[in-house]
């Protein structure tokens, strides 16, 4: 497979995800050396701290801090800020270089989003970017934000504009858009990115990764599918392994340039092939716990990039 130094077309991308056997490590080659040549050997990290869990109004089908789905997922009110900077103050030493703040609910309060403003500018005055995940916030909201520190702000189109209803009917991918835009116009940099093993197909894959290159955002967060008892999805399976690293290889030919950052799902989904997400084409890493979910060893994660021989 020549090497591929330009964001492939989507029929490109759908003809390569049809790819099995022997031919994914061709793939991966392929996005290894686009990744190298975008992206360079440095991984960046991240870590986040889930600031406020639980109780959310929304249906999303995989989530397991939607009230409507029964789960042992904790529920408490936004964390105090001494946690919040405790948490901070760990990542860094860590070698983390972003922290981001998330919140539980369609969007965060006006009473929270004050006391966040206040988190993010320690966060700042610590050394690190400070990110922030707090849901659909009109555009003061995002501006507040960016007037404290903020310097990213995470919001995933989770998946495909054609499947987004199967998976939350309380909000719309178009919602989604709307937060997006907004926080891009006030010159924040944009996370986004989506779950895959959802259900959906390769064409919405495809299609979501094509719909983030539209919008230009600056990291792509990749997570997986993790089935989470008491929710509509418990009894889907996860990924295999190759068809996640075929996943990451496929963004990283789609949107050469980007960040592609590994998160939710990864020890799981990946187990011994945890190391293949650089192989990939990935540059990024949350490491630490998620959201609901528990991460590998963060400590694991850095020895892992150490005999990649890459550096974070």
Known sequence: ???????????TAYELSQITGAGAFDLFASANRVREKFRSNNIDLCSIINAKSGACPE?????????????SASVYLLMEKDKILEAALSAKELGVRRFCTVTSGKKTSSDDLSKICNYITEIENIGLYPCATLGLLERDDLRSLKDAGLHRYHHNLETSEA???????????RDKIRTI?????????????????????WEDRIDMAFALKDIGVDSVPINFFTPVAGTPMANREALRPLEALKIIALYRLILPDREIRVCGG?????????????????????????LTTQGRNPQDDLQMIRDMEMEY
């Open 59 to 71: 249906d999303c089908s995989f989530c397991a801090q939607s009230a409507r789905n029964k789960t």
């Open 163 to 173: 499947f987004f209803s199967e998976i939350c009917t309380t909000h719309t991918y």
């Open 1 to 11: 497979m020549h090497e591929i130094t330009r964001g492939i077309d989507k029929q």
């Open 181 to 201: 835009e907004s926080a891009q116009s006030l010159g924040l940099s944009i996370c986004s990115g989506g779950i895959f093993g959802l259900g959906e197909s």
């Open 266 to 290: 990864r020890p799981s989904t990946l187990r011994e092939l945890n190391s293949y997400v650089f192989f990939a084409g990935a540059d990024g890493l949350l490491v630490g716990n998620y």
